[in-house]
């Protein structure tokens, strides 16, 4: 079983729908993290997570919100969502434990707002 | 702030052929390097990493890397491409204890 799991792998929406992104891991690890892709631009933070009780901005969190429901679950919302939010969607994690930053991804969910 | 550039959008390179792919990073203090492959339809894989210690690290699939600090760079290196390793390659810059940045990513072309 993967250890980074991401559901849905693919949705597609309408403009001012609220959408739900789901993250789940089994690696233990405490921090966690969402990012966007979009051709070009490379990964831009969206949010993470250094615990359950931590939450911050990334670098475009605007119109999106997050909840970290346990250690192993964090889920990406989109309030209204609006085209320009179409995107390759990853989560990540990484283990607080010594100072490594590696990052484990999850396989991504294709999200497309009409 | 810490930063990644990637000059290089589109490489093509021949099968068997070598490869480089470059990156520069912008950091005040020793950085944490990364570099991550996605192949097409997948998430992102752990290439090599560079931490402390020895200046070129070895990765999986027989890529390579090399810390210059003069440079500021953390270039990629294979001695023989092969048409699997057709994908998108990042490099990202960590300051440990804290997030990462990513480059914009270098698509890799592998021709026969």
């Known amino acids: 079983d993967a250890d980074v799991t991401q559901t849905p792998r693919n949705r597609i929406t309408k403009t001012g729908k609220r959408i739900m992104l789901e993250c789940s891991q089994t690696?233990?690890?405490?921090?966690m993290y969402w990012y966007r892709q979009d051709p070009g631009l490379g990964l831009r933070l969206i949010y993470y997570?250094?615990?359950?009780?931590?939450?911050n901005k990334g670098e475009i969190s605007d119109g999106y919100s997050v909840s970290r429901q346990a250690q192993a679950k964090f889920s990406l919302s989109l309030e209204s969502a609006i085209p320009n939010q179409t995107a390759l969607y990853f989560c990540?994690?990484?283990?607080?434990?010594?100072?490594?930053?590696?990052?484990?991804f999850g396989p991504g969910t294709r999200l497309t707002v009409l | 702030a810490q930063s990644v550039t990637q000059p290089d959008i589109h490489i093509t390179v021949s099968e068997g052929a070598s490869l480089e792919l470059r990156c520069n990073y912008s950091y005040g203090a020793t950085p944490y390097l990364f570099w991550y492959v996605q192949s097409p339809g997948q998430g992102l894989q752990l290439l090599l990493k560079y931490f402390s210690g020895d200046t070129l690290v070895q990765g999986i699939k027989g890529f390579e890397a090399e810390f210059k600090r003069s440079q500021s760079s953390f270039n990629l290196r294979k001695p023989s491409v092969h048409w699997s390793d057709a994908a998108e390659y990042f490099c990202?810059?960590?300051?440990?204890?804290?997030?990462?940045?990513f480059g914009k990513g270098t698509m890799l072309l592998v021709s026969p």
């Open positions: 990540a994690t990484s283990d607080n434990r010594g100072r490594t930053d590696t990052q484990y």
């Open positions: 997570s250094f615990d359950v009780k931590d939450i």
């Open positions: 690696k233990g690890h405490d921090r």
């Open positions: 990202a810059v960590g300051a440990g204890y804290s997030t990462l940045t």
